[in-house]
């Protein structure tokens, strides 16, 4: 097959999947933000923990 008749083709791909590739990016976003506020959550989970643990150590435990 020519070069040119692959890149051709693989433009023809590409407009025609366009959608789908704006679908796909949309859907990374939005698992990128859900990660974001996940590590948010979990990063305040492990510092209450972490601030619970050192008051025990030091002061025992809080009444």
Do not use: S
């Not at 990374?28 to 008051?55: A, G, N, P, V």
């Amino acid at each position: 097959m020519p070069l040119l008749f692959i890149f051709k083709e693989m433009r023809h791909f590409v407009a025609n999947n366009a959608i789908m590739f704006e679908k796909i990016n949309a859907i990374e976003l939005k698992q990128l933000e859900y990660q974001k506020y996940t590590d948010e959550k979990f990063c305040r989970i492990f510092e209450y923990m972490y601030k619970t643990i050192i008051w025990e150590v030091f002061y025992g435990k809080k009444n």
